[in-house]
């Protein structure tokens, strides 16, 4: 069984000071993470340099940013560089969020390019795929994916392929209270598996984590990742709540224990 990855994106929320009290708060609550669970939170830019001090007691806990951009540098008002991330001490960063490629208007390529730039820099990249609704009823959800999935690791070779978290986010379930059924779920994690062992081999595709991102919660969560190929959550809302965190962190190395 793969080690579980329960990550949370915290997009435009909590400040530096609210960033330092999370953490105070569920220090006391769990002081490492569980056998097989690694933990990872993703705050504002401007909260990444107090998120890594204040969980550098918690072990197990690893901090992300949620953007940057696949130049070193230039005149790109407002972006931010992986070695400007990297020099706050975060280890991860979330590339192709859905609201990255609808507000933005971000493409396959440029998802690419991002990509291959954290992993030169020796971030990890945590690479987000996804359908609108429209494109379920169509059934047309498999080839979006599929199509994502290839433009997004063109050119990454096998060793840095298994360096990447993979995390499925059906954007019709973010932030709408909607979610994925497990079985849903699993249906498109096991595809996105196989579409891996297409791309580079069975070995490569067993050791890429794919994550599930889609409105998961302390209520749906045990559910979701007793999936066979559920390897964790990109959470949203319910990573701001310590204690709903704590909650899915436990159900995670519950599942673990009974079954790694």
């Not at 949370?8 to 490492?32: C, P, Q, V, Y």
Request: aromatic share 8%; proline share 3%; hydrophobic share 40%.
């Amino acid at each position: 069984m793969r080690p579980f990855l329960i990550a949370g994106n915290w997009k435009m929320h909590m400040n530096a000071d609210e960033t330092r009290a999370f953490f105070k708060t569920f220090e006391g609550m769990i002081s490492a993470a569980p056998a097989g669970v690694n933990m990872l939170l993703c705050p504002t830019f401007t909260s990444l340099n107090a998120a890594v001090d204040a969980s550098s007691k918690i072990s197990g806990m690893h901090i992300g940013a949620q953007n940057l951009h696949f130049e070193d540098k230039g005149a790109f008002t407002g972006e931010i560089t992986a070695e400007m991330i990297k020099e706050t001490g975060a280890s991860h960063v979330i590339i192709g969020h859905s609201e990255r490629r609808q507000y933005y208007n971000e493409t396959d390529e440029t998802v690419n390019k991002k990509a291959v730039k954290s992993l030169s820099a020796g971030l990890t990249p945590v690479v987000c795929v996804g359908e609108y609704l429209e494109e379920r009823k169509k059934d047309a959800h498999f080839d979006v994916v599929k199509n994502q999935l290839a433009a997004a690791y063109a050119g990454i070779s096998a060793e840095d392929a298994v360096k990447t978290v993979l995390a499925y986010e059906p954007v019709w379930a973010i932030g709408t209270g909607e979610t994925a059924s497990p079985e849903q779920a699993q249906e498109m994690h096991a595809f996105i598996r196989a579409e891996f062992t297409l791309l580079y081999d069975a070995d490569v595709a067993a050791q890429i984590p794919v994550l599930y991102g889609g409105s998961m919660n302390a209520a749906n969560a045990e559910e979701l990742l007793s999936q066979e190929d559920v390897d964790g959550g990109l959470i949203g809302g319910a990573s701001l709540k310590p204690d709903s965190f704590h909650q899915i962190v436990t159900f995670a190395g519950e599942i673990y224990a009974k079954h790694g």
